[in-house]
């Protein structure tokens, strides 16, 4: 188990080297030359070109790929183009609003989906089934965007029950601390403040979950089918089990493998910045930030971006992986396994 | 194995307790309503050092927290004493000297004096200048020596005269003083440390979601009228326009004319004001390329296609006022006499056709700009379409605007926008772009030898009636040359609560809050 662990971490590097390659050639190959809009109204060519100079954008391309991964071995992502500030710091400092939107997203996504998955495959064919399919359809194909705007003119603007963005009431917000307002106002016992958070992230949770409640659902949904019509399901029903004994503990845990694949594959996606909920819902995370560095074309926040987000992702897929030993005994992790 | 768990055990409990001593609520700041007013606007600044930033989204936050020398009448760009009491100029109007108020603190409580302002400006001389420091070759750029009279006098000699030096000390980039013991200490970069005189001191900057400044209390003049200012971030117009109509937020900029029925049917107010900046289409004249633009004929035939009044009207819905000249009214040179020229589709099509005009290549960006509410690619497809009605077709190619702007560089075509944002009020501010060598600023590279001898002279004469014939003068070499086509004056918008008395947005785009109360 620790060797093939051991192992999946060393395949983190080549998949991490290709796909910091790409991003660094995308940005700085093929994207235009961001010096004119850095230097903003007074730019000039004379300032452009000593700008470029000090950035290091005038060393061959290899030099300055070998640069800014020496830099990112050590933890440094460079400098934004336009703030000056450590990429690093900047998104170390979103990070806690990210995780803490996707944490709860994938919270409400994995509790709906996977009860409405079973209850579609239990009762299939039926209307129940045929709405939350139907429901599921619309979840997948509607914009995130459009829901987003569609829940806060309804929530926010009409009914006033929750607020319209941000992360919490600028005055009660916890000074210091982790960046986790839920943790953080729980700490110091300021209710009040937590309960704020909480409507603050009530519209942007459910917006964000709704893509990801749909595939889950929809996932569960097969799963149970496929494990519903196996013979030993045949026989517990046989041997005169109650039904919720047989869907819960003969069906549902034989059906999970493929259900905590996608929900892993989602809390991957969506701790990568949901771009378009953050920026919707004045979330203040990594996602929305990406938003404001690729429109800018501040290229080392977007290279820093990309490279987490291929971080994350391999790292879900290896938690997932290892969570298949824990839910199913038959799966062992041997040396000729990897 | 044991003992390395409870050791394990042992720090991470140690390490919540520690941030857990770390937190506390935000009580140090009243939570009553009228206490603080909240800003929403779309985007975070880049930063709070005015020295290194150059966006109106840091300049309207950091003109609470820092003050200049001069400073300018709330109205207008005309200057006034700030942290200068007073100046006087040399007879060769190369050396000003300034009287320095006194008893003025930093928030760090640094005494602000004559060695401070030597400080600040040597900090962005050219020696020791970094590219980021956009403003600095624009105020101080013309400065030979400061030189520390005593504690609260200071004379700054000049290479040359200029007049607009005395706005450009006024401006809230490049020109705010800061304190020179915050700059010492954080590394000569204060982007999140802020550290200035001003009504308003800095208490924190949530990245990405609010800058919360509280009144000095130890401000030289009256103090700000409300306790805490809240500069939140908020991308979406939409979701901004609902957080001002539920009173989650007190005031809003960056709407257009679209969302105002809506914000005035929920009861709040709209702020409009003539902005001072020009919106222009400019024709590449570029010797070293083959674009037919280059004929003067040619430009003014187009010129006649298009209906600038009624396009401005139609995309803009009434909130940009049509330009005649590049010049906004407000700007001291600006002349009713300046004449476009006139519209008139059948002489165009005419002349066109003369000149055998028959297809044309329009670059253009595709986002909207401060300047241009709609987006370059709206307003090039309007102008397609009156060349379309003058028989010349057109490619209306749109780029992203870092694209765009390397594109007009590098590539031939035949019209490309652009836009200026007044900086200090003077007429060179604006008219100085097209006396360039330079493609980024003079993006048509049009070359009038006449026009810019005139504005070498102007720039060195006092200000006054002379010098703006001048400027009238160097209009009319633009308009009857066609060089460019002033397309409109963008007015500046905001919303605001019905209980938000004294806000206004400055003719440059600053909003400074000190006299605006919440009630």
Known sequence: ?338 | MNFSKTKLFAAALAAVFAVTAATEASAALSRKPQDNLIFASTNDPLGLDPALVDDNDSGKINCNIYESLLAFEPDSTNIKPSLAESYTVSDDGLTYTFKLRQGVKFHDGTPFNAEAVKFNIVRQMPENMIPKMSYASFVWGDVAEVKVIDDYTVAITLKRRNTPFLHNIAMMYAAPMISPKALQEYGNNVMEHPCGTGPYKFVAWDKGQQVILTRNEDYWGEPGRTANLIFRTMPETSARVVALNNGEVDIINGIDANVIPEIKQAGNQIFSAEGMSTHYMFFNVNPAQDSVTKDKAVRRAIAKAINIPEMVQSLYKGYDTPATTILPKAIPGYSDKVKPVAYDPEAAKKELAELGVKHLTIYTYSGARIYNTVGGQVLAEAIQAYLKAAGVESDVMVFDWATYKNKIITDTFDIGFMGWNGDNGDADNFLGLFASDDQINNNGLWFNQEYRDLLAEALTMPDGAERNAMYEKAEMIIAEETALLPLSHPQILGAMRPNIENFAIHPIGLTFMHDVVKH
């Open chain 1, 1 to 338: 188990m620790l060797l093939y662990f051991i192992k999946r971490l060393l395949m983190l590097i080549p998949v991490l080297f290709f796909v910091s390659v790409l991003v660094f050639l995308i940005m700085r190959v093929f994207s235009p030359d961001p010096a004119t809009i850095v230097l903003g109204q007074h730019a000039s060519l004379e300032k452009a070109e000593a700008w470029r100079e000090q950035m290091g954008l005038n060393e061959p391309i290899i030099t300055q790929y070998l640069n800014y991964m020496n830099g990112v071995l050590h933890g440094d992502f460079g400098v934004s183009y336009f703030t000056n500030a450590p990429v690093t710091g900047e998104l170390l400092a979103r990070l806690p609003a990210t995780i803490e939107l996707a944490v709860i997203a994938i919270i409400i996504a994995s509790i709906a989906g996977v009860f409405f998955g079973i209850i579609s495959a239990v009762k299939k064919n039926s209307i129940i089934d045929n709405f939350t399919m139907t429901t599921a359809l619309i979840g997948v194909s509607m914009p995130v965007f459009w829901l987003g705007m569609l829940l806060i003119i309804c929530f926010s603007g009409w009914l006033h029950w929750v607020p319209s963005g941000g992360r919490i009431d600028t005055l009660m917000r916890p000074m210091g601390g982790t960046g986790f307002y839920f943790y953080d106002t729980l700490v110091i016992g300021d209710y009040e403040a937590f309960f704020n958070a909480l409507q603050h992230a009530a519209l942007p949770a459910i917006t964000l979950a709704g893509y990801s409640m749909a595939i889950i659902t929809r996932m569960t949904r097969s799963s149970m089918l496929d494990v519903l019509h196996q013979d030993y399901i045949r026989t517990a029903r046989a041997k005169g089990l109650s039904s919720w004994r047989v869907i819960f503990k003969h069906a549902f845990r034989n059906a999970l493998l493929p259900i905590i694949t996608v929900i892993g594959l989602q809390f991957g996606s969506l701790l990568s910045g949901a771009v378009l909920t953050e920026t919707v819902f004045a979330w203040p995370g990594i996602g929305a930030y990406s938003v404001q560095c690729i429109l800018r074309s501040d290229f080392p926040v977007i290279q820093g971006v990309v490279l987490i987000v291929a971080f994350v992702f391999v790292i879900m897929n290896l938690l997932v992986d290892l969570l298949y030993a824990a839910l199913d005994p038959r799966v062992k992790y041997s040396q000729e396994s990897v």
